[in-house]
């Protein structure tokens, strides 16, 4: 066990470094002379008065940026900076990207949270329901919803809800959605509840499709026909037996579905104007602040291959039966 434990953390620090590897490339083979966009950008000095001092100004903008080293001296020292904890700072802010990304981190967060609490709910009661009354009027009805969320992206999912909201008066065009709902509860559950709702009914649809597969399977088992006829209650045997054996392959691919819900949080975070670290993330991009995306770039990849890592250990506290050779294979 704990040398699968090991080997598997190492393969998480070996993919960390090969996204980031593969970042720090791209930002750095891109056309166009890194420092004469940001001596261009607003956020730098002002504009030189002659040719001679903008050529000085350039050069001093080099040395600042590190890009008048060869590329090998960059790479080293975006590892150093990397290991040692430290970051450089946000052009776009002027100061340290890390500080930028504790300031976006918990809209993110609760963006997420939301929409996995509004997956969880929805999956568990209709894809239990589906298992449980299989073929009838009411299970093909919830394919159907499950596939029209399966294949509507949620930025069109989000589109359609906030159009009614913004008719029904729960969301209010123009309104910058910078409210955490430990600040202010109810102004923010309505600015963040649209963004969430269309996160979570995308990532709820393919949950609910794979613990309705899970439950048909396991409905079929010797041990719950066992159950039945001991006398067991319905539920009973649902909650007890049929549940906790069908969430393994519902676990299988929780870390897929949280790497699709970063993702797609990207889109909605820059839809609904939220501040957190995908739209943070869009906008570095677009001016080319290299630091906060290569420190975003990091912490995002982090967290999704942790929480990988994470789902692949419980395995072993929701199965007991599951062996390291079992979770190898």
Not at 11 to 20: G, H, M, N, R, S
Not at 154 to 168: D, E, N, P
């Amino acid at each position: 066990m704990t040398e699968y434990v090991i080997r598997r953390f190492f393969l998480a620090l070996v993919t960390i470094w090969i996204v980031l590897t593969f970042v720090f490339f791209v930002l750095r083979v891109l056309p166009g002379d890194y420092a004469e966009q940001q001596l261009a950008n607003q956020f730098f000095a002002q504009a030189a008065r002659s040719d001679e001092q903008r050529e000085e100004q350039l050069a001093d903008l080099r040395a600042k940026l590190g890009t008048d080293k060869p590329l090998y001296e960059q790479y080293g020292r975006f590892w150093y900076d990397i290991l040692r904890g430290s970051s450089q700072e946000s052009f776009q802010y002027n100061r340290p990207s890390y500080s930028v990304a504790g300031d976006a981190l918990p809209y993110t967060l609760q963006l997420g949270l939301m929409s996995l609490i509004i997956a969880v709910l929805l999956a568990l009661p209709v894809g239990v329901l589906s298992a449980v009354r299989p073929d009838g009027l009411s299970d093909a009805g919830l394919r159907v919803f499950a596939i029209f969320f399966l294949a509507a992206p949620a930025f069109l999912t989000a589109a359609i809800a906030s159009a009614y909201a913004v008719k029904y008066g729960v969301l209010t065009i123009g309104v910058t959605s910078q409210l955490l709902i430990w600040e202010d509860p109810w102004p923010s559950f309505q600015l963040f509840i649209v963004p969430a709702a269309a996160g979570g009914l995308s990532v709820g649809a393919i949950l609910m499709r794979f613990l309705r597969s899970g439950m048909m399977e396991v409905l079929r088992q010797d041990y719950v026909r066992t159950a039945r006829s001991k006398g067991l209650a319905g539920g009973v045997v649902i909650s007890r037996h049929v549940l906790r054996n069908a969430l393994i392959p519902v676990v299988t691919i929780l870390g897929f579905l949280i790497a699709a819900l970063v993702a797609g949080n990207v889109v909605l975070e820059s839809m609904f104007a939220i501040p957190g670290m995908g739209n943070e993330i869009l906008q570095a991009i677009r001016i080319r602040d290299i630091p906060v995306t290569q420190t975003f770039t990091l912490l995002l990849v982090g967290a999704v291959v942790f929480v990988n890592l994470a789902v692949d250990l419980s395995y072993f506290l929701i199965d007991p039966r599951v062996t390291v050779s079992g979770a190898e294979a």
